[in-house]
């Protein structure tokens, strides 16, 4: 097999071709785990910074904390869906490459049960994979002669997730969310010699449940707090294997597995906190997230899982949302966003930061239902230390379709 230190260097110096550059999707930083956090968000959260503990779901899906579902109306049903576009400028000492990704960013449905439950059913992206190493060159032992690999990731996981929120009083509300995390992670190695081809395919497949729990409380009128606890999970593994190797004149299968067992993947207990604030026209919202790596027993050979920290601010602007006048009703968001990391490589953090700005365009006379549109243009990683910078531009997209259902006609 290959030396992973040399593809680590060969990793973060980024030396591949354009003609090569469409098998790149995503961040080189997804060869390591599970792939790095997916950008996916519901359509208001997106434009403010990715904020949302401590934001209520009045007629929108808000999927960072449960228990704001409570605070959908009554006979309200909610359904958004969306998709987003990243490109990324990857940048080393000696190189600058541009890629591509894209994917849905979620689709989302919400309904009241009652004055003071709800219920909601949403299938998001969690990690996303996509890298690409061309061109490794490596020396067979005891020979002069190299050998050169390629070497393809892509996949990563997906969450189907199912909340339920209760009004305990006026001004709080509780909510759990039952979480199925479920996906795979797929290499494709290729070994080239000059007499040889060698193909190592596998495919890695990953699940568990995890369940959360969240809080909000009003203070005063314009006040909310929240609260959110994701509990630490197992995903367990399994890993099917197909080997193959290929000459001028034969074809020889070397090795064919299916459902082996591999090493499980451990996800930390994550907790957050979020205040939000109201000024008649002017939402203001902060968000802090601690995800505590360290105390799982997950390693990676090319770097250590660190203790990760994310700071979270964002505003919403709404001249009037009753009004009849379309300009009036239009939601202008912007926000901030510094995430720690949790991986160190070579002793230097993988830290990102990122700015956003959004707009909410209604699509219905009284403004219910929402286009969301957002920009986010954000940093992530450091030239240091034989590491990758990435400079990314995101664009979401989210429709958020609000309807009243369940009401009996009156008729005089």
């Known amino acids: 097999m290959i030396n992973y230190r040399l593809v680590l260097i060969l990793l973060l110096l980024v030396q591949v071709s354009l003609a ?26 997106s434009g403010m910074g990715r904020t949302g503990f401590a934001l209520e779901s009045l007629e929108t899906i808000n999927l960072y904390n449960p228990a704001s579902f409570a605070w959908l109306q009554r006979d309200r049903v909610v359904l958004d869906f969306g998709m987003y576009t990243e490109i990324q400028n990857v940048s080393s000492d000696d190189s600058d490459e541009v890629r591509f990704a894209s994917n849905f960013s979620n689709v989302a449905l919400a309904s009241s049960l009652s004055s003071k439950s709800v219920a909601a059913l949403s299938l998001i992206p969690s990690t996303n994979v996509g890298y690409a190493l061309i061109g490794v060159e490596t020396n067979i032992e005891g020979s002069s002669e190299q050998f050169s690999s390629n070497i393809v990731g892509s996949g990563g996981l997906n969450e189907l997730r199912l909340d339920y929120a209760y009004k305990v009083l006026k001004n709080l509300s509780v909510g759990v969310k039952s979480s199925y995390l479920f996906g795979s992670i797929e290499e494709n190695e290729s070994i ?25 409380y009003k203070i005063f009128k314009d006040y909310n707090l929240g609260f959110v606890a994701n509990f630490p999970t197992t995903l367990k593994g399994k890993r099917d294997t197909f080997i193959q ?88 968001r912007a926000g901030l966003n510094y995430n720690s990391g949790y991986l160190e490589i070579d002793d230097t953090r993988v830290s990102s930061f990122d700015a956003s700005v959004g707009i909410g365009l209604p699509i219905s006379k009284r403004g219910r239902s929402l286009l969301n549109i957002s920009y986010t243009l954000g940093n992530r990683g450091t030239t240091d230390s034989f590491l990758v910078e990435e400079n990314y531009n995101t664009l979401n997209i989210n429709l958020t379709l609000t309807d009243i259902w369940f009401q009996k006609k009156k008729y005089n």
């Open 20 to 45: 090569q550059s469409n098998n790149l999707t995503g961040s080189p930083y997804s060869l390591f785990g599970l792939g790095v956090e997916s950008n996916s968000n519901t359509g208001i959260n």
């Open 192 to 216: 080239i010699t000059d007499q040889s081809l060698l193909a190592i395919s596998e495919d890695n497949y990953y699940n568990a449940f995890r369940w959360g729990l969240g809080l909000q």
């Open 245 to 332: 190797k290929s000459t001028s004149s034969t074809f020889t299968i070397l090795e064919e597995t299916t459902d082996e067992t591999i090493d499980d993947f451990e996800l930390p207990l994550e907790l957050g906190f979020g205040i939000s604030k109201r000024f008649k026209q002017l939402l203001l919202t902060a968000d802090y997230s601690f995800k505590s790596w360290s105390s799982t027993d997950q390693f990676d050979t090319l770097g250590d899982y660190v203790d990760q920290n994310i700071f979270s601010f964002g505003a919403e602007y709404t001249i009037d949302s009753e009004s009849y006048k379309y300009w009036k009703r239009v939601n202008f």
